[in-house]
Nanobody, 114 residues
């Protein structure tokens, strides 16, 4: 069973930065598209960013220019660098691997204070 473990969440002031990490195991990491999603209570989980095995990236419009997704296949880890954070970025952030069935981490909470 695939394991995805997120870390790096926390409390930050608006305008600040955080870097999330997701360490994957029990997976041939390099061949899968990896992604970050986020969810706030009462709302659906939404896409934040994805990165393919070739390194192609895709971002939600709300985070373009502020967030950067990257991956280190040697470390089986995907990252999300979040800059210029806004209160509306407050959510639980989940790591995703595009396996079959899809795989999710347990989530890491990000709180941005105004």
């Amino acid at each position: 069973q695939v394991q995805l473990v997120e870390s790096g969440g926390g409390l930050v002031q608006a305008g600040g930065s955080l870097r999330l990490s997701c360490a994957a195991s029990r997976i041939v990491f390099s061949v899968y598209t990896m992604g970050w999603y986020r969810q706030v209570p009462g709302k659906q989980r939404e896409l934040v960013a994805t990165i393919t095995s070739f390194g192609s990236t895709n971002y939600a419009d709300s985070v373009k220019g502020r967030f950067t997704i990257s991956r280190d296949n040697g470390k089986n880890t995907v990252y999300l660098q979040m800059n210029s954070l806004k209160p509306e970025d407050t959510a639980v952030y989940y790591c995703n691997a595009n396996t079959v069935p899809t795989s999710w981490g347990q989530g890491t909470e990000v709180t941005v204070s105004s």
